[in-house]
């Protein structure tokens, strides 16, 4: 890739190898086999090892794009369909891009010895510092969903100063209450574990409706992750702590996310509810929602599109590629025509085109409200 240079350490191996580069040709949820500028490397942390599948090196102050996939899932299950995706690239050919995989959900993890305690949701935010740390990243722009997106806003909250955005998709910001706690032990006695998960991944509807997707999924749940594995990350999951967060001014001393943060939610996903909790919990003034009609429980799978439009307007929010060529425009480099529908309602920022070459922009954002209504919160309903 142009502009970036591979890092070089001592752990690197390729990433596709022996039986996994089998599995990997078999399915186009996965990396293609060409996609060898990919590395793999296992981190130390506090908590245990870590791994982690990285492309790029960081290059002055520009943030690396670091993920954080959803339970039952791994980084190729939730993000190849998005990062594969052609507009995508010519975004993340600009970043160093991480991907993180929880502990023991990479494809051919082996399984956790008997007796084995998952780290808890706090304890796996703060395993990433390590990985900051490790690769030598002054600050990270985060891309989460589901349990994901949940690590990576606690990791915000005790390390802000490491976060420059956070892209969160599917957020629930809630613990479970003791009804959802014992309807989630209820669902564990009458199904599988991969419906069990795939009912937190997609809603009744897809389950229905969209079989093809779900049947994909309930496979690659079911014979790409370890189930011992997973168990042990759902339990946790679902025994997490209210995320602690609440809007400026609305409590004495609140603690909110400080970086610019998109929500993203389908219109059609089982996490709509706990997606517009957490926004009424941010900084209306930093914060974008996105609801992405026409989408499900996984918006990154079913509308990459829409969701790299969302992402690269993002970035430029945050001074970021001051602009992008749209490969569908003989033109060159002039906004696509939904641009002006997608900005009108978001945050804007203007910053100098420069800080794609190293220099940290401050976030510049205002709104962009009618007179006399103050602060709004930015929302985007995309339904091109």
């Avoid at 304890?123 to 990433?128: E, G, N, P, T």
């Avoid at 997608?342 to 409200?369: F, I, K, N, W």
Wanted: charged share 20%; with cysteine; net charge negative.
């Amino acid at each position: 890739m142009a502009g970036l240079q591979e890092l070089r350490f001592p752990e690197e191996k390729p990433l596709l190898r022996g039986q996994d580069a089998a599995e990997l040709e078999n399915s186009d949820t996965f990396l293609l086999a060409a996609d060898t500028d990919w590395k793999e490397h296992d981190i130390e942390t506090p908590y245990g090892l870590l791994h982690v599948v990285i492309r790029g090196s960081p290059k002055g102050n520009r943030p690396a794009i670091l993920t954080y996939h959803d339970v039952g899932l791994n980084h190729k299950l939730c993000f190849n369909t998005f990062f594969n995706f052609e507009d995508m690239q010519e975004i993340t050919k600009h970043f160093v891009v991480c991907h993180v995989d929880a502990p023991g959900q990479q494809v051919g993890a082996s399984q956790f010895p008997q007796g084995y305690q998952f780290p808890s949701m706090e304890q796996l935010a703060a395993m990433l510092p390590s990985v900051v740390q490790h690769f030598g990243f002054k600050y990270v722009i985060g891309i989460g969903v589901g349990a994901g997106a949940y690590v990576l806003a606690k990791f915000a909250l005790i390390f802000p100063d490491l976060v420059e955005g956070l892209v969160l998709m599917n957020i629930d910001p809630n613990g479970k209450g003791w009804i959802d706690w014992a309807a989630t032990k209820l669902s564990g006695l009458t199904s599988t574990l991969p419906d069990t998960v795939l009912s937190h991944l997609f809603s009744q509807e897809e389950l229905v409706n969209n079989t093809e997707l779900v049947q994909s999924y309930r496979q690659q749940i079911g014979n790409v992750v370890n189930q011992a594995n997973l168990q042990l990350f759902w339990n946790m999951y679902n025994s997490r702590r209210d995320l602690d967060i609440n809007r400026p001014g609305t409590v004495p001393n609140a603690k909110t996310l400080r970086c610019p943060v998109m929500l993203v939610v389908g219109d059609n996903a089982p996490a709509e509810d706990g997606v517009v909790e957490c926004n009424s919990k941010l900084d209306p003034t930093t914060t974008t929602f996105l609801k992405m009609a026409d989408s499900g429980g996984l918006p990154q799978v079913t509308q990459p599109g829409k969701l790299t439009e969302a992402f690269k307007y993002f970035l430029q929010g945050m001074g970021y590629i001051a602009y992008l060529k749209d490969r569908r425009l003989s033109g060159g480099a002039v906004p696509s025509a939904s641009m002006t529908r997608l900005a009108r309602s978001r945050t804007a920022s203007l910053t100098s085109a420069s800080s794609v070459d190293g220099s940290r922009p401050q976030a510049c954002t205002h709104s962009e409200s009618s007179e006399g209504l103050g602060q709004v919160n930015h929302t985007m309903e995309v339904s091109c």
